[in-house]
């Protein structure tokens, strides 16, 4: 069973500070938002790490370093076991990617309700666009083999421009491919590199209570709006366009 949407309190106040315009476009997060990708990613990084002769990290513990791109991952996965100084990072991050794309959609596993919550937007006239800070050498064929990309317009890669999340040219970018204003999007994400991206870019953020939201839980994030799971962001959006046509009409 699935509770109800939780606003914050900021929520109102973003909601009513956008121009009185429909929600258009749903830029959607990948890794803990829409796939439990730590399984695979946690495969390849102990893959790594046993090349380099060292054992594998707890699985809390590297899952910790996802969301800030593979560098940030590599780079901290190195620091942790004490390879940072014997270890050189580019090196290293030509392994784990060797090893991460042999892993990559073979552990992990969609989220219950993605695929239908994505269904039903599409359904609804919602353009689509998965903003992600992995690779699209890894991001597309992850969207490929589990079949969410049959229902995304738009892939916006950590690799796709200069920039990533937490910048919000990431966000920008994906409205401008979807045709979509950035003041009639929405984000969906789950961790503070999404609220902060949301923050930047000027849309509004709703967070899954799943995923990868740091040491104390989705909550501490202050998104717009706490969700459970796909199947409610439907209804939440329609009740965040209601109070927009009814900000209008007072």
């Not at 439990?36 to 090349?51: F, N, Q, Y």
């Not at 552990?107 to 359904?123: D, E, N, T």
């Not at 990431?170 to 902060?196: I, K, Q």
């Amino acid at each position: 069973m699935t509770t109800p949407p939780v606003f914050s309190p900021e929520a109102l106040t973003l909601t009513q500070a956008l121009p009185r315009s429909r929600t258009r476009a749903v830029l959607i997060d990948l890794d803990g938002t829409m796939v439990h990708t730590a399984p695979d990613i946690v495969e390849a990084v102990s893959r790594m790490l046993a090349d380099f002769g060292q054992p594998p990290l707890p699985f809390d513990t590297v899952s910790s370093f996802i969301g800030k791109g593979v560098p940030n991952l590599v780079k901290r996965t190195l620091e942790t076991a004490a390879l940072d100084g014997r270890v050189d990072l580019d090196a290293a991050l030509a392994v784990f990617d060797r090893h991460y794309r042999q892993t990559n959609g073979r552990f992990g596993h969609v989220y219950p309700h993605v695929a239908a919550g994505l269904r039903a937007l599409a359904r609804r006239g919602y353009r689509l666009a998965c903003v992600t800070n992995k690779p699209e050498a890894l991001a597309a064929p992850l969207l490929r083999m589990t079949g969410l990309a049959q229902d995304i317009d738009v892939l916006v890669a950590g690799d796709s421009i200069d920039s990533m999340k937490p910048a919000p040219q990431p966000l920008w970018h994906a409205c401008r491919l979807l045709d979509a204003d950035v003041e009639c999007s929405v984000l969906v994400g789950d961790s503070p590199v999404d609220v902060s991206a949301a923050r930047a870019a000027g849309v509004p953020v709703f967070i899954v209570r799943y995923g990868y939201g740091g040491p104390d839980g989705a909550t501490a994030l202050q998104g717009d709006a706490l969700i459970d799971s796909f199947a409610q962001l439907p209804d939440l959006l329609a009740l965040r366009d209601e109070r927009l046509n009814a900000d209008a009409g007072s």
